[in-house]
């Protein structure tokens, strides 16, 4: 249920199959209420038609949203404010420092559509990316589990903290490999064959949007080489891979490898841990309880989401 940023908002839309409309049978101003903290219907109705208006939840239809859009905004309603709850009881309540550093980062990707959305829709995002930061920041998510994830490979983590070595050659290629196999060091021979100027020292590269020494294993890094990583352990160099360049002019052969744990912890841990945070945030509000008025639906702890009444 961690949810990335995305390019406006963020915004993850749960669905379902069922499609009923809400109707307004009921005269209850609250739309839900969990732990002393209710929504009302008109702030749901606010937070629903920003969300709508930003394309990212379906328009309402004759002035009405279909029940799984409904309920997909309400279960994650109900969610951020269970996980501020269980993060506080937990001994890591969201502080005033995460509540701005995610206020800021939703500022600058939704850019001048932020200035758009009213004071509901706000408070609601910050407070739900506050509370998945907060989660990944925390003692939750335990650094010894982010550290097993981390060194069962790239498929596990969905991390990448790379060293490279280039190789002008097949035949130079294959040498090189042969002496990592033998023990030899990879920084050093990255060292001793890198010409490239963006190499940084020890072969280290930058990848991602932001570059960085550590980043998703699916930012604009070609998926090759993360299927060669994921077939050998980590600290230890792939194969050489033939890289052609886009006029066929030229191949250059490269062998990786995904950095050790103790060299990457501090970078690789905040994104092996959002890999993580599903689970940890399942656990931390499966215990709670939250009241939704039957128009909507209710809620349904043990899958943590809003489901039809009838």
Do not use: H
Request: with cysteine.
């Amino acid at each position: 249920m961690i949810r990335r940023l995305p390019a406006t908002l963020a915004v993850v839309v749960l669905t379902a199959t069922v499609a009923s409309g809400c109707s307004t049978f009921s005269k209850n101003t609250q739309a839900a209420k969990v732990d002393g903290k209710t929504l009302s219907v008109k702030d749901f109705e606010a937070i629903s038609n920003d969300l709508a208006k930003a394309g990212q939840i379906t328009a309402p239809i004759n002035g009405e949203f279909t029940g799984d859009v409904s309920r997909g905004v309400l279960s994650r309603w109900i969610i951020a404010q269970l996980l501020s709850t269980a993060l506080a009881a937990n001994g890591t309540p969201i502080d005033d420092a995460t509540k701005s550093t995610s206020e800021t980062a939703l500022k600058t990707s939704a850019g001048a559509s932020w200035d758009t959305l009213s004071a509901p829709t706000k408070s609601f995002l910050v407070t739900e990316l506050s509370g998945q930061n907060a989660l990944i920041s925390g003692t939750v998510i335990a650094d010894g589990d982010a550290k097993l994830t981390y060194e069962a490979g790239v498929n596990e983590s969905n991390t990448l903290c790379l060293r490279l070595v280039v190789l002008p050659d097949k035949t130079a290629a294959n040498s090189v490999y042969q002496q990592l196999q033998n023990g030899d060091d990879f920084a050093a021979l990255a060292d001793a064959n890198n010409t490239d100027p963006s190499i940084g020292k020890g072969g280290i590269v930058q990848v991602g949007t932001p570059a960085s020494d550590c980043n998703t294993a699916g930012s604009s890094v070609n998926p090759s080489v993360t299927q060669s990583l994921a077939s050998v352990p980590v600290g230890q160099p792939t194969p050489p891979q033939a890289f052609t360049s886009a006029d066929g002019s030229t191949t250059q052969y490269i062998i990786f490898q995904e950095r050790p744990w103790n060299e990457v912890a501090d970078l690789a841990a905040p994104i092996v841990k959002r890999v993580l945070g599903p689970d940890a945030e399942r656990r931390l509000v499966k215990d709670g309880s939250a009241s939704v008025d039957s128009r909507y639906g209710m809620w349904d702890n043990a899958a943590l989401s809003v489901k039809p009444s009838r």
